[in-house]
């Protein structure tokens, strides 16, 4: 009997061992933090058919503990989160972590100035109004992910 063929190994890009190459480029990782299971859907499927690898959370606790696990290149940050919401998260990452650089990009339907002006104090890198202009965010990722 023939050996079978030796299959080939999945590669995983985001975790690359300590004095490896990776054997794919590299993609950028973006944590979605969205209380609407729809909205992450969409968001997901956009940005993945735009080459990002995406990680999908629905509250902020979950948001706090998959940002440490997976350390992603931007985070999409939703205001009304169950539990702690949007801001409170973005506060914590900002003084409690090792992900205090990492771009923050907050959405939310409230346009008010006052609401944004209270998400860039939090410590968001950008706010943007829902519902989102992909072209929008297109640029914003591009600006942020080298």
């Known amino acids: 009997m023939a050996a079978l063929p030796a299959m080939k190994q999945k590669t995983d890009p985001v975790a690359v061992p300590y004095g490896q190459q990776p054997t794919q480029p590299l993609r950028p990782l973006v944590l979605i933090v969205e209380s609407h299971k729809d909205t992450r859907d969409l968001l997901k499927t956009l940005l993945e058919l735009n080459d990002y690898l995406v990680v999908e959370v629905g509250d902020g606790e979950q948001a706090i503990a998959q940002a440490e696990k997976v350390y992603p290149d931007i985070v999409l940050m939703d205001t009304n989160l169950p539990g702690?919401?949007?801001?409170?998260?973005?506060?914590?990452?900002?003084?409690?972590?090792?992900?205090?650089?990492?771009p923050i990009i907050i959405t939310s339907g409230n346009a008010f100035p006052v609401f944004r002006s209270k998400a860039l104090a939090a410590g968001c890198n950008e706010f943007l109004v829902k519902p989102i202009n992909f072209d929008q965010l297109d640029d914003i990722l591009k600006r942020y992910i080298s």
Do not use: P
């Open 84 to 102: 702690l919401d949007g801001l409170a998260v973005t506060q914590w990452l900002r003084k409690h972590t090792s992900l205090h650089l990492v």
